[in-house]
């Protein structure tokens, strides 16, 4: 696609208006396309971390609201969208996730109480990114999508095909930072998927007053990436769709945007009242279409899952609530301290007046 002569270079294909998808509502699988539908094991894989996924979802919206987190972004009825784009990558990708994308990081192997260190208000990162591959979650949006561009980019400097996979909201991509990551990786070429969870709303804002493009997909085209709109509560579309735009990617063909159509079925966070903002039969109307059951159905239909098995995950998705309910409290304490370290390297005066009065404070008790 590179081009010298001021000519046009060869454009990649419009995204579909229709979402791609490999298995509906009722769990049926419907045609495959050019996407194929993943194997039966991975499918499995798919439905059992989601189950894990919303179980531990539940858990923190729990803590949340007992006090024990100090705020909660839920991702109820988003797990096709983490999950499917999370066991796309390979071990040595890098996962960029935002607030909301807690069941992405359990997925990918991060310790659940780690997980919930930012939220607990402890630190900006429970975790080692390094040694997870995944990237401290973003608050401020879209700014995770040119850490992921920068880190490939990088990456291919030094010879190596890393991917990333980056999580972001319809309301991300109207940011600044959004436009110039999309920019700067399609000119780079850099191996990243961009994946937005368009779960409809940013926060009480709806996404037709958020753009005005055919889909969000679309805004791939005019970077010079390819685009896909998928069923974003279709684990099996969007695996098979994120698995094909990151070998894609590695492969020099360039970075994507992939769209997930989805629906955020709780409050933005704990701290928001949605009725204030949206019907309650729109929220039906995602409900009943559900992830995991729709998922559960395609597999029960053909004989792949039964009780038993339903059951044992289950169980496992219990004890990974029992865990986090217990270790959460037992986290190390905080140095209040902490807040003024790593900021500069030669904190300014009024930063380092700040932290002795911080300190005489807490000597006197
Ligand atoms: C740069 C920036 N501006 C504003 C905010 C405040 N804010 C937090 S969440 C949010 C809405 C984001 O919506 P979306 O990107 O669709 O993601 P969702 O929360 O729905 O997952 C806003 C405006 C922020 N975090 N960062």
Redesign the pocket.
């Known amino acids: 696609m590179k081009r010298t002569d001021g000519s046009a270079g060869s454009a990649p294909p419009l995204p579909s208006q229709e979402p791609i998808r490999l298995v509906d509502p009722g769990g049926n699988r419907v045609g495959e396309g050019l996407h194929p539908t993943p194997e039966p094991g991975t499918l499995l894989a798919l439905l059992r971390a989601m189950i894990i996924g919303r179980r531990f979802d539940r858990q923190a919206g729990a803590l949340a609201r007992q006090g024990r987190l100090a705020v909660y972004?839920s991702s109820h009825g988003?797990e096709a969208c983490q999950v499917g784009g999370v066991l796309a990558l390979a071990d040595d990708d890098w996962l960029f996730p935002?607030?909301?994308d807690c069941v992405a990081l359990v997925t990918r192997g991060v310790d659940p109480v780690e997980v919930l260190t930012l939220l607990r208000g402890d630190w900006h990162s429970g975790y080692d990114p390094e040694s997870h591959r995944c990237a401290p979650q973003c608050?401020?949006?879209?700014?995770n999508a040119s850490h992921a561009v920068g880190l490939t980019y990088a990456a291919r400097r030094k010879g190596r095909d890393t991917a990333a996979l980056v999580l972001?909201?319809?309301?991300?991509?109207?940011?600044g930072?959004a436009h110039e990551a999309y920019n700067f990786a399609a000119v780079w070429n850099t191996p990243v998927v961009f994946l937005i969870?368009?779960?409809r709303?940013?926060?009480s804002?709806p996404l037709e007053k958020?753009s005005a493009a055919p889909t969000l997909a679309h805004k791939a085209i005019g970077y010079g990436m390819r685009g896909y709109n998928v069923d974003g509560n279709d684990a099996a579309a969007v695996h098979s769709v994120v698995s094909q735009a990151l070998a894609e990617a590695r492969a020099g063909g360039g970075p994507a945007i992939v769209e997930a159509q989805t629906y955020?079925l709780d409050p933005?966070t704990n701290s928001d009242d949605p009725q204030r903002y949206r019907d309650d039969a729109e929220v039906e109307f995602w409900r009943a279409r559900d992830p995991i059951t729709r998922l559960e159905a395609l597999l029960r239909g053909e004989g792949r899952l039964d009780d038993a098995e339903l059951e044992r995950v289950g169980a496992e998705a219990e004890r990974l609530a029992a865990d986090v309910r217990e270790r959460l409290d037992g986290a190390d304490g905080l140095d209040p301290e902490d807040l003024f370290s790593h900021v500069y390297a030669t904190a300014p005066a009024m930063l380092r007046r700040q932290r002795q009065e911080l300190l005489d404070e807490m000597r006197r008790g």
């Open positions: 972004p988003q935002t607030y909301r608050t401020p949006l879209a700014t972001m909201g319809d309301g991300a991509t109207s940011e930072d969870q368009n779960n709303w940013a926060i804002v958020q955020r933005h």
